[in-house]
């Protein structure tokens, strides 16, 4: 049976892996800083928002400020203002003292109870870098 294979956003890599990735499989991209990783995630969030229209949830866990990432993907030729495209900036805040230590260990909760960014439960594509 040939599966269909959902394009990571990056020709050369989509070749390598005969066509992309299996659909409805977790991947784990590891390497050092610098190598790429967030990079790698972009790529294929974007393949989702440009080539089907799908839409794509982007979690950042340790960049803060939504707004900054978005800009500089969107200097790199990425259409992360779609409105296909849902950034969260789960990113824990600085804990100054024990006690905040404990609410920023949850980030995620956090963010869901904010109104900065509604969660669209029908996403497609979902990228987390940064875990």
Known sequence: MI???ISTGIPGLDI???GGLIPGRTYLVKGAPGTGKTTLAMHFAMAGVSNGGESVLYITLEEPGGENIKQDFSRMGFDVYNDNF???????PLPSTTSSLRT?????QRTSTSSRMPLKSSSKRGAIPGL
């Open 3 to 5: 599966t269909a294979r």
């Open 16 to 18: 390598m892996l005969n």
């Open 86 to 92: 849902t950034l969260i900036d789960a990113t824990p």
């Open 104 to 108: 920023s260990l949850n980030p995620l």
